[in-house]
């Protein structure tokens, strides 16, 4: 079974889940590609890092989900599948969350200088899920009601927001667990639910 990314749910409003994610590693591309090719163009580059295209040439299991969110500059090699959006247009950045047994000193390093690994601190966030195909359309519906729900409830977003896929591709999409995740800077004990 693949091995999803750990959370805790903090309070549960009315449409998301605010939620602490606890700090993990990412190994992300970049591409200059639309929203729905994305996954596709860099979801083959970040399976061959996995599949021992690395400094130890091992593998590394899969997880889920993986992220995507558009590019908001382009990434300095210093600085999660994940998708975000909100930059420049027509990039995105797309990651597998790595397994939680790693730390950035044991996970291999890819061999393809376009993949970077990268350390997510500890991060609230509201989030929210939903099935179906995975459209740009889609998408920022999902978005725009998270954000009106999460913005009602008084929390102040920081970051991008991320677009989480947890399936395979062949996963019928009506079937498919899709989650829509924006980063929060609210204190968790002054966030509840309305009454």
Known sequence: MTERQGYDVLTRFPGFELRRYPGHLVAEVEV????TDAGNQAFGLLVAFISGRNSTRGKVAMT???LQEQASTRIAMTSPVVQESGGEPGR???AFVMPAEFTVDTLPTPSDPRIRVREIPTQLAAASTFTGRWSERIYSEQLAELLSAASQ???EFIGQPRFARFDPPWTPWFLRHN?????VATDPVHASPPA
């Open 32 to 35: 200059d590609s639309s929203f």
């Open 64 to 66: 889920a989900p993986v």
């Open 92 to 94: 995105h950045v797309v």
């Open 153 to 155: 409830a008084g929390l």
């Open 179 to 183: 989650e829509v995740v924006q980063p």
